[in-house]
C-alpha cells in the first residue's frame, strides 16, 4: 500500500447530509477543504516500462505535470496558504505519480497545475499537462479529444440553492437560471432538464453567483455541491435526487495511448490493496460517509 501517512479530518467534508457549517467562503481550514492524503514513491522503476513508452520518459525525468481543480473541497482544493492541493482526486493522481518513482509530495518534481472545465482537453492536446484528475466526467464525445479511462469514482448531478430556497428538485427550476460551469457535462445536463443554463468559469463562481442571489441556483455533482455549501456556514443547501450518472476517470493524451492500461493497473491495484479506500475514507468519506465499492473499470481496447 502506497499511503504512507493518514493526516487527521476534521468532520463535514462532503457527502453527509448532515454536514456541519465549516466558516466563510474560501477559508482554508482542514475541513473545507479535506485532508491532505500523503502517498510514498515507488523507489525502483529499471525496465518497469516499456522503452519509449510516456510512462518511462516520465519516469526518466522525474518530472510530471498534473491538472486537478483547487476549487473543489474534497475533490480538488488548494487554499491561498496550501503547498499542494488535496483532496480526493488529487490522491488518486499521487498514486499515480508515485507509481512512476516520482515523489508526489514534492513540488520541484510535481507541477500541480489548476485545471477547469475549459481546459482540461486543451492542457492534454497541448502537451502542458501529462494527466487530469479535475472531476472529469467520462464521455463519449470528450474520447474523441483525448483519452480518458477509469471511473474511480461514480457520482450524480444535484441542485445548490440559497438556505430559504422553496426549490426541492431541477424539475422546480424549469425556465429558470441554473449556473454551472462552463466546459462541463453539468451545464449540458441542466438544459436538458429544462433549466436554462448559465455558464461561470468555476463552481466556486457559481456558489457565489446563487449566495448573492445572482442566480437562483446552480447544479453539478452531489460531492461537489456538499463541498461548497460547507463554505457558507448554513447560508445554501443542496436539495434534490441525482439527475445524472457522472463517471469519473483520469485524462490523458490521446497520442500516448499506452497510458490507458498503465492508468488501469494503478487503479485496480489501489482498489485491491485497499489504498483506494483509504483515500476516499480521508477526502470525500471523512465526515462519516459509507465508503463505496469501487467502480468496474473501462476496458482500454
Do not use: H
Request: hydrophobic content about 35%; proline content about 4%; aromatic content about 6%.
Amino acid at each position: 500500500m502506497r499511503l504512507k501517512r493518514m493526516m487527521a479530518a476534521a468532520s463535514g467534508v462532503v457527502l453527509a447530509a448532515s454536514l456541519a457549517a465549516c466558516g466563510d467562503a474560501g477559508s482554508d481550514d482542514d475541513s473545507v477543504g479535506g485532508s491532505n492524503v500523503e502517498v510514498e514513491a515507488d523507489d525502483d522503476c529499471d525496465g518497469k516500462f516499456d522503452e519509449g513508452s510516456r510512462m518511462a520518459e516520465l519516469a526518466e525525468a522525474g518530472e510530471i505535470n498534473v491538472g486537478v481543480r483547487f476549487d473543489q473541497p474534497g475533490l480538488g482544493f488548494k487554499g491561498t496558504n496550501d503547498d499542494l492541493p488535496r483532496g480526493f482526486d488529487v490522491a488518486i493522481a499521487k498514486l499515480l505519480v508515485a507509481d512512476l518513482c516520482i515523489d508526489p509530495e514534492d513540488t520541484s518534481k510535481v507541477n500541480y497545475e489548476e485545471t477547469i472545465s475549459d481546459n482540461r482537453e486543451p492542457y492534454l492536446q497541448s502537451g502542458r499537462v501529462d494527466l487530469v484528475a479535475a472531476s472529469y466526467s467520462i464521455t463519449d464525445a470528450r474520447r474523441e479529444l483525448v483519452g480518458q479511462t477509469g471511473p474511480y469514482f461514480v457520482t450524480g448531478q444535484q441542485v445548490l440553492v440559497p438556505e430559504d430556497s422553496d426549490v426541492e428538485s431541477i424539475e422546480d427550476l424549469q425556465g429558470q437560471e441554473v449556473c454551472s460551469a462552463s466546459g462541463s457535462t453539468s451545464l449540458e445536463n441542466v438544459t436538458e432538464a429544462g433549466a436554462v443554463g448559465v455558464p461561470a468559469d468555476t463552481y466556486s463562481l457559481c456558489a457565489e453567483q446563487v449566495a448573492d442571489g445572482t442566480v437562483p441556483a446552480m447544479s453539478t455533482d452531489g460531492s461537489i455541491l456538499l463541498g461548497l455549501a460547507a463554505q457558507y456556514d448554513g447560508a445554501l443547501k443542496v436539495v434534490g435526487d441525482e439527475f445524472s450518472e457522472e463517471r469519473i476517470g483520469i485524462g490523458y493524451s490521446l497520442e500516448r495511448p499506452e497510458m490507458c492500461e498503465w492508468i488501469n493497473g494503478v487503479l485496480e491495484e489501489a482498489f485491491e490493496d485497499g489504498s483506494w479506500a483509504d483515500a476516499f475514507e480521508e477526502t470525500l468519506g471523512a465526515s462519516g460517509a459509507e465508503t463505496p465499492e469501487p467502480p468496474t473499470l473501462d476496458s482500454c481496447s
